[in-house]
């Protein structure tokens, strides 16, 4: 009897849980399952339009082909510049976004006025302000221009690099701007932390840096991992990003599904980095402690 009360109330949880998904669901299989899946089909196929509907002619893996082998142009001349921006612009929104998480949960005067400062760029920064701003040029530091550091940095750099690093740091304040979302989640993390293990560390003796590194940061490591997701996940969806530009320029809708789901695995590969690399530092975290 007491088994079959316990199978009951699971069931119920379940019912309960699936109950508050299921708005969720039925959008995600409504809006997203038959556009993905159509998209997917349509990378096998030469897709027109014509005035009595879609032509439709099967080509196999033949855009597949060309994208990464034949026609290389497509993808990497644009790709591979937009992803050493990528592996500059991640690390600075991240390590950024945890340093004003920081400073912003101490008790200040106009401590809220900061915090609405901070986050107010994500309620704004829609596509096309955002890329209005950067066409404008409104992104850049001014002190690269005006100390000729675009020209120390090729010396020091090799020229693919260098290029990189010059328009990262043309629109570095555009790239602050999209740490709102990062630094909200870090402020909710550091507040997890109680502050009575903080009052122990300084009755020890231990400085500000100490306990950075020996309470802070090992217990930020979840949130760390959670922003560097929604970071690489909201990069690749950048305004001006290159590929996505290329999709929508481009009138054949087969070879742009093609590029598009090529895309896609690219994500999920600097995804799966992201885990592995989450997952050896918390495992190495667990066995030093």
Known sequence: MKRFKRL????????????????????????????????????????RITPQGLDIQYKGLTYYKSILF???????????????????MIPIIVIFALLVAIMLNYKFPGRAVFRTIFFLPVIFSTGEIIQEFYSQGDGALGFLEQYDLSSYISMVLPNSWAGTLTKVLDSFVLILWYSGVQILIF???????STSVYE??????????????????????????????????????????????????????????????????????????????????????????
């Open 187 to 193: 402020l909710a993390g550091r507040q997890t932390i």
């Open 8 to 47: 009951k109330a699971s069931s119920s949880g379940r019912l309960e849980g699936l109950l508050f998904l299921s708005p969720w669901l039925v959008g995600f299989f409504a809006f997203m399952v038959f556009p993905l899946g159509f998209s997917f089909y349509m990378s096998f196929n030469n897709v």
């Open 70 to 88: 034949q026609n290389g142009s497509v993808l990497y001349d644009h790709l591979i510049p937009f992803l050493r921006q990528a592996l500059l």
């Open 200 to 289: 122990a560390a300084r009755i020890d003796g231990a400085s500000p840096w100490e306990s950075f590194w020996k309470i802070t940061l090992p217990a930020m490591i979840p949130f760390i991992f959670l922003n560097l997701i929604y970071t690489v996940v909201d990069l690749f969806t950048y305004p001006w990003n290159p590929i996505i530009e290329r999709v929508k320029s481009n009138s054949d809708y087969g070879l742009s599904s093609a590029l598009i789901w090529i895309y896609f695995a690219i994500i999920l590969l600097f995804l799966a980095v992201v885990f592995l690399v989450f997952h050896r530092v918390t495992r190495n975290h667990q066995q030093t402690n």
